[in-house]
């Protein structure tokens, strides 16, 4: 069965509402987020990275919005009674996204020069993968809800026309240790280092598309792209507590707002890294799950962790005294 679209019909509309790329704090993590988070999210994101899967999940407010729509024509001939499911038999519709991950990385300083620096590396891909979960995949979504499929006026003879809609959106997250702990070779303790700075972007590209059932070929309708930059930096107001002991409240700036999304292109436009990432959830690889990013953030081969016995950047504003 051939499939056709109406060329002016196509709409993709994006939204993001009250759009910011921050850190949240908590007890023993800092969030990499997109809104500032309440008691009840921060407390949801701490178990999660207690147990161990720290993605894959909707405990944040969602970044972004898609709202996509087309119409598409069959010929009469070969869909004699134009019918959704007559339509769905034949073809997959939905959203798959592209991500490309650049490195992500941290630095923590301790609350002096002499305390130094530790920098923790995290080598993620670089290159171009298909943004998905394992029970979905290649799609964003699962199958009943990908795209809602309805029959519509057609304005061409010999042609049943179909509307296809659908929505997404995306959360994009880390979390991250809040502290790290460092000695140097004279140290006789450890002393705690307080997270300074974290740097990671993020390209995506989200795009309605459709695949053929028989041939398992893909194409795109419309795409938008979008990237996500975490480029902050931290400092801290020191605090004495009741009890006496001392705390640190930080305070999270940048980065500038050209670095803030949404980023490339027309939102109908679908070009050639669009083609490419179609190209990549054709050939069934590689994919980047839940699963894949855990393991990524977890692996021993794939994260650096250096110390530095002197801060040569220190900066005596990182930490106000009481």
């Given at each position: 069965m051939?499939?056709?679209?109406d060329?002016d019909?196509h709409?993709?509309f994006?939204d993001?509402?009250?759009?910011k790329?921050?850190?949240n704090?908590g007890?023993k993590?800092?969030f990499?987020?997109?809104?500032?988070l309440?008691?009840?999210?921060?407390?949801a994101l701490?178990?999660?990275?207690?147990g161990?899967?720290?993605?894959?999940n909707n405990?944040?407010?969602?970044?972004?919005?898609f709202?996509a729509?087309?119409?598409a024509?069959v010929?009469?001939k070969?869909m004699?009674?134009?019918t959704p499911q007559?339509l769905?038999a034949?073809f997959?519709?939905?959203?798959?996204?592209g991500?490309?991950q650049?490195d992500?990385?941290?630095?923590?300083?301790?609350l002096s020069k002499?305390d130094?620096?530790?920098?923790v590396?995290?080598?993620?891909?670089?290159?171009?993968?298909?943004?998905t979960?394992e029970?979905?995949?290649?799609?964003t979504k699962?199958?009943?809800?990908r795209?809602?499929v309805?029959?519509t006026?057609?304005?061409?003879p010999?042609f049943?026309?179909?509307?296809?809609h659908?929505k997404?959106?995306?959360?994009p997250q880390f979390?991250?240790?809040?502290?790290?702990?460092?000695q140097?070779?004279?140290?006789?303790?450890?002393?705690k280092?307080?997270?300074?700075?974290a740097?990671?972007q993020?390209?995506f590209?989200?795009?309605?598309c459709?695949?053929d059932?028989?041939?398992?070929?893909?194409?795109g309708?419309?795409?938008?792209?979008?990237r996500?930059?975490w480029?902050h930096?931290?400092t801290?107001q020191e605090?004495?507590a009741t009890?006496?002991?001392?705390?640190?409240?930080?305070?999270?700036?940048?980065p500038?707002?050209?670095?803030?999304?949404?980023?490339?292109?027309?939102?109908?436009a679908?070009?050639?890294?669009?083609?490419n990432?179609?190209?990549i959830a054709q050939?069934?690889?590689p994919?980047l799950?839940?699963?894949a990013l855990n393991?990524?953030?977890?692996?021993?081969?794939?994260?650096?962790?250096?110390f530095?016995?002197?801060n040569?950047?220190?900066?005596?504003?990182?930490v106000k005294?009481v």
């Open positions: 051939n499939i056709e679209f060329e019909a709409k993709f994006v993001f509402p009250d759009w790329t921050t850190m704090f007890d993590f800092a990499l987020v997109n809104s500032e309440n008691g009840l999210q921060m407390a701490s178990r999660v990275a207690e161990g899967g720290l993605f894959g405990i944040t407010s969602a970044a972004i919005f709202d729509s087309a119409t024509f010929s009469a070969e004699p009674v134009p007559a769905e034949a997959d519709f939905g959203f798959v996204q991500i490309k650049s992500l990385h941290l630095d923590y300083w301790g002499s130094g620096v530790v920098s590396h995290t080598s993620l891909s670089n290159r171009e993968e298909v943004d979960a029970t979905v995949k290649p799609f699962i199958a009943a809800n795209c809602k309805t029959t006026q057609s304005n061409r010999g049943h026309a179909f509307r296809l659908a997404h959106s995306d959360h979390i991250v240790n809040r502290l790290q702990n460092a140097g070779p004279h140290d006789l303790l450890s002393h280092m307080f997270l300074r700075r740097d990671c993020l390209d590209s989200t795009i309605f459709f695949r059932k028989k041939s398992g070929k893909f194409d309708i419309s795409a938008a792209e979008w996500i930059r480029k930096v931290a801290y605090k004495r009890d006496g002991s001392l705390e640190y409240v930080p305070t999270v700036s940048g500038d707002r050209s670095d803030l999304m949404p980023s490339a292109g027309n939102p109908a679908v070009g050639a890294r669009e083609r990432i179609l190209a050939a069934g690889g994919f799950t839940p699963d393991a990524r953030m977890r692996s021993a081969s794939g994260v650096t962790k250096t530095a016995e002197s040569a950047d220190f900066d005596p504003s990182f005294r």
